[in-house]
């Protein structure tokens, strides 16, 4: 965790910017750049809902504390793992999913495990509902057959984070949009409305992280989408909510 007791001398790369952008022009632009960093971190491109080592990177060195515990209850491809290795808080740092891809992932059920001592910051990247299929398991949120179901789902997520995190602690919840049926759904808001229900988290922080080039943003299919988008009504999805949620006492 950051000091900032001498905060007349405090310099350090953790920002508290609420836009952050992966390459543009920076004049006089009150906005984070990504920065880019000699990670040297094994990530398979192959997979889908790769979330960038910066995201971890940023909330594990301003919220743990020293000796805390971090626990990514959807490990994905093991990015958050990879960034406590790099940061040397590999040991103090627990993930789990249901569909485990590296041996340090343990198998777990985020709307139900438990952890065996509580974790004082949670990194939380769910499905974006049925964007992507990760599985055929049935507690798979990505296999929810409605939105309501889904954030159904979330809640209970939510309420199992909400007892496996320490009074005091922070959760990071990273979760972007969806269009169904020609509307923009604003998934984002809504599951995090569902950490917050019943007052057990408040929301510190909302971020927009730029998700950089994609496959529908790169030369290769911009016409085609630019097109699509004007003949549709709608725009181009550039950015990832990011929730700063912090435990209610």
């Known amino acids: 965790m950051v000091n900032t007791k001498d905060w007349r001398e405090l310099q350090d790369d953790i920002t508290t910017d609420s836009l952050w952008i992966s390459s543009v022009s920076t004049k006089n632009r009150p906005m984070f750049i990504i920065p880019k960093r000699d990670w040297e971190l094994k990530n398979s491109a192959e997979f889908h809902g790769l979330f960038i080592p910066e995201i971890p990177y940023q909330f594990i060195r301003r919220f743990l504390p020293e000796n805390g ?3 990514d209850c959807f490990g994905g491809s093991g990015t958050t793992y990879r960034v406590a290795e790099y940061l040397g808080v590999q040991n103090n740092c627990i993930l789990t999913d249901l569909n485990p891809t590296q ?6 059920d985020a709307t139900t495990h438990k952890l065996e001592k509580k974790a004082d910051l949670i990194m939380c990247h769910p499905p974006y509902w049925d964007i992507v299929k990760y599985s055929d398991n049935e507690n798979d949120g990505s296999n929810c057959k409605s939105c ?8 209970k997520v939510a309420n199992n984070c909400y007892n496996n995190l320490n009074k005091d602690g922070y959760l990071i919840l990273v979760i972007g949009n969806c269009y169904k049926d020609g509307e923009e759904l604003t998934l984002g808001v809504w599951a995090k409305d569902r950490f917050c229900k019943d007052k057990k988290f408040k929301c510190k922080a909302h971020i927009i992280k730029d998700y950089g080039e994609t496959k529908g943003t ?6 085609l989408n630019y097109v699509r988008q004007l003949r549709g009504g709608y725009n181009n999805f550039y950015g990832d909510n990011i929730f700063i949620l912090k435990k209610n006492k």
């Open 148 to 155: 309501e179901d889904f954030l159904d789902w979330m809640e």
């Open 69 to 71: 515990i971090v626990w």
């Open 218 to 223: 790169d030369g290769k299919n911009y016409n």
């Open 103 to 108: 041996d340090y992932i343990q198998f777990g």
